[in-house]
Nanobody, 120 residues
Framework: QVQLVESGGGLVQPGGSLKLSCVTS????????MSWYRQVPGKERELVAS????????NYRDAVKGRFTISRDNTKNTVYQQMNSLKSEDTAVYYC?????????????WGQGTQVTVSS
């Protein structure tokens, strides 16, 4: 059974930092690309960052470039997102996603989300 469990969200002041974690199980983590998304009420979920299965390739949306860093530890089946210089517009529920891959993972799988609130 595939499971993704996010943690690390919370309330932080503008300019502060948080590190999100997503612990996974039920699939071969080291063979699957991972992504972080975020969503605010009334808006579509948006891709924030992604990382290849081996960790050598990362991509970010423009709004977070230079502030967020996605990483993974394939020995711990965990993907991370370090978020620095947080802004109020980063407030959202953050979700990790395991990206489907033929034979390895039949579907995309999502975690339950973790709330990040940036406010003074």
């Amino acid at each position: 059974q595939v499971q993704l469990v996010e943690s690390g969200g919370g309330l932080v002041q503008p300019g502060g930092s948080l590190k999100l974690s997503c612990v996974t199980s039920g699939f071969t983590f080291s063979l699957v690309a991972m992504s972080w998304y975020r969503q605010v009420p009334g808006k579509e979920r948006e891709l924030v960052a992604s990382i290849s299965s081996g960790g050598s390739t990362t991509n970010y949306r423009d709004a977070v470039k230079g502030r967020f860093t996605i990483s993974r530890d394939n020995t711990k089946n965990t993907v991370y997102q370090q978020m620095n210089s947080l802004k109020s517009e980063d407030t959202a529920v953050y979700y990790c996603k395991a990206v489907r891959r033929e034979i390895i993972l039949k579907n995309d799988y999502w975690g339950q989300g973790t709330q990040v609130t940036v406010s003074s």
